[in-house]
């Protein structure tokens, strides 16, 4: 994983703008959100984000690119990551070490956020970054519940 640095903030503002996770938000917001953490980085097709049992304790959100997860050296894959979608949300609420593995199906570029970071920023970009990571998670439970019913 690999930091990305000196892309221009336009360029950044063109990518998030084409995402459904950022819909809600106005220009302004997003440019906020931006300088606030400006954390992107690259993950090159095959390399992890992150490991099961690492202490990373960020939120990601695709930018482009895909990622994989899975248990157990690729035994049970668990789906896939797409841009606009978030990855370790778990151990960001939770404050716990990685459950899952993820890694790059094909070059991502994933914008990354502390818990820290978030404390900062105004409540209103707060709310709204933390109502599309419940509306994700019960996206997850509604396509997991689905998944259990079909194969049971």
Do not use: C, W
Request: glycine share 6%; net charge neutral; proline share 2%.
């Amino acid at each position: 994983m690999k930091l990305i640095e000196n892309i221009p903030l336009f360029k950044q503002m063109e990518i998030i703008n084409r995402l459904d996770f950022f819909k809600e938000f106005t220009l302004n917001e997003r440019q906020i959100l931006l300088e606030s953490f400006g954390l992107l980085y690259l993950i090159n097709k095959n390399q992890f984000l992150f490991k099961e049992f690492d202490n990373d304790k960020r939120l990601f959100i695709v930018l482009s690119g895909s990622l994989m997860v899975f248990k157990h050296n690729h035994l049970l894959e668990l789906g896939s990551i797409e841009p606009g979608e978030f990855i370790g949300e778990g151990a960001f609420i939770n404050n716990r070490e990685r459950s899952i593995n993820a890694r790059a199906k094909e070059s991502a570029i994933v914008l990354a956020i502390t818990a820290d970071a978030l404390t900062r920023l105004p409540n209103v970009i707060r709310e709204k970054i933390k109502d599309r990571i419940i509306e994700g998670m019960s996206l997850r439970i509604a396509k997991l519940s689905e998944h259990i019913e079909t194969h049971g």
